[in-house]
């Protein structure tokens, strides 16, 4: 082990209590999108604390941090999203309480409360990678910047507006939603359908005079359901494409009147090998066959509500033409251990970045299976080896001068 990687372990270890103390503090600040303010004001002064150069808050409640580089090397970002999903029925929630794992079937300690997993832990870990470094007067010669964005949960605007509005971009960015301390290289686009299946409205008393369009609707989802989400095409990369039906609604909304409408929304997470036009040409072609075995069977697709800004809004940093894959597989091996490479399940704000051309790696504490979950919770050990895991690939990707 390098003598810089050591210094950066021992220091993160003797420090344990107090980065322990840091994410307890930013969970105990309840953020759920669109009320990030305060969270973002309490890092951005964490970050002054921490030596960081410059640290700022927009308008939109994203927080930004940069310690300057000596010059000439690569400057690197870290994102990781501050706005969470709300608590619902979750216990103590904002109590960032330590745990025995063992409930969670983990072994040792975790820290417990909504956005442990998704994704405050890594955001901490991110804030104190940097304050490591200060604090133990290693100088990089690229930039080292930390955004802490907003609205993440409902779309993106928050990196979108650091990008937009601060420039806020670096030669090599890091997402760090979880990935269960393993190198994720990207995720599948995501993709909305409307349908709208029409019908006749009649009293409900007397069904049989209207065509109800609620029950056509169940004729077409089945369809959807068993048949074409079954055989959806599986892609080397990014795996097999996804969809689900998420939402639906009737018109008139009365209880006594047999709807004349039923809108119905789809969730598709698709690669290259499923776009936007097989999936509308795949749903036309069960309303087709819906409608030669039912004359009374009408339903219409409005195609093509990207939830982006592009056709394919997935993307991969595909480890042929980025050397950076190899030298984060290098230092997290050092830091940490061998990292699989793999691909996440969700989407994230990586993909912001990566349609810009730059380079974009993932890793981060927790298992995406508790992000959205009461269980929402980091292994704390998971988490402290983050903190290292970062400030070595700062050291690796900015150099140190
Ligand atoms: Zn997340």
């Known amino acids: 082990m390098s003598d810089t990687l050591s210094l950066i372990s021992r220091w993160v270890d003797e420090n344990r209590d107090h980065c322990i103390e840091f994410l307890q503090n930013i969970i105990s600040i309840p953020s759920p999108s669109g009320e990030e303010h305060q969270v973002a004001e309490y890092i951005a002064s964490k970050m002054n604390e921490y030596g960081y150069n410059t640290a700022k808050v927009d308008k939109l409640g994203d927080v930004m941090g940069t310690i300057k580089g000596t010059g000439s090397g690569r400057s690197f970002l870290l994102n990781g999203h501050i706005d969470h999903v709300p608590v619902g029925d979750m216990v103590d929630p904002y109590s960032g309480k330590i745990m025995d794992g063992a ?29 490591t470094l200060n604090e133990l007067g290693i100088k990089l010669k690229g930039d080292y910047k930390v955004a802490g964005v907003a609205l993440e949960e409902v779309g993106g605007a928050g990196t ?95 209880s006594n009147v047999v709807p ?38 009408n339903a219409t697709v409005i195609p093509g509500t990207l939830i982006n800004e592009r056709k394919f809004t997935g993307f991969y940093t595909d480890p042929e033409k980025n050397s950076v894959v190899d030298e984060a597989v290098k230092a997290i091996t050092e830091a940490y251990r061998s990292p699989e490479k793999k691909i996440w399940t969700f989407a994230t704000d990586g993909r912001i970045y990566a349609h810009l051309g730059i380079p974009v790696i993932g890793f981060g504490p927790g298992e995406e ?33």
């Open 103 to 131: 409930v969670f079937g983990d072994a040792g300690e975790v820290l417990y409360g909504r956005a442990a997993c998704d994704m405050k832990g890594a955001v901490a870990a991110m804030v104190l990678a940097g304050y």
């Open 369 to 401: 299976k508790y992000a959205h979950t009461q269980m929402d919770h980091v292994r704390v050990d998971d988490y402290l080896d983050t903190i290292k895991v970062y400030a070595w690939l700062a050291c690796q990707i900015c150099g140190v001068s």
């Open 160 to 254: 979108k507006s650091t990008i937009v509005d601060s420039q806020f971009l670096a030669d090599v960015v890091l997402i760090g939603e979880a990935t269960n301390m393993e190198l994720a290289l990207g995720h599948r686009g995501s993709m909305k359908f409307d349908v709208i299946v029409h019908g006749r409205s009649c009293h409900a008393s007397a069904p049989e005079r209207g065509v109800n369009a609620l029950y056509k609707a169940m004729k077409m989802i089945t369809k959807i359901k068993d048949e074409l989400a079954p055989s959806l095409p599986v892609h080397p990369i990014y795996g097999k494409a996804s969809l689900v039906v998420t939402q639906i609604t009737v018109s008139p909304e009365a």
């Open 260 to 297: 004349e409408t039923c809108h119905f929304v789809i969730d598709c997470r698709n690669h290259p090998m499923f776009t936007d036009e097989q999936l509308y040409e795949a749903l036309n072609r069960i309303i087709n066959e819906l409608k030669s075995s039912d004359l009374e069977f």
